[in-house]
């Protein structure tokens, strides 16, 4: 069977959810940047059964990086 490719979608209330603690907690959140922070959500496909994993943190990769705004 093919795999499918995944479509992504923004999550627009991360920002707000990111900035709102970089608020309460400046001194432990010092020099994040949440504009610089992006977190997107597959729509496309189904959790498989048994995956426990919610979110994985991933770096934008060059050569992609070059022409992104968000690390």
Excluded: H, T
């Amino acid at each position: 069977m093919a795999k499918v490719k995944p479509e992504y979608e923004v999550v627009n209330e991360f920002s707000l959810l990111a900035n709102k603690i970089i608020d309460k907690y400046p001194d432990v959140f010092y020099g994040i940047m949440v504009d610089k922070i992006r977190c997107v959500k597959i729509i496309n496909k189904e959790r498989p059964e048994g995956k426990n994993k919610l979110w994985e943190l991933l770096a934008v990769k060059m050569p992609i990086r070059l022409d992104c705004p968000y690390a």
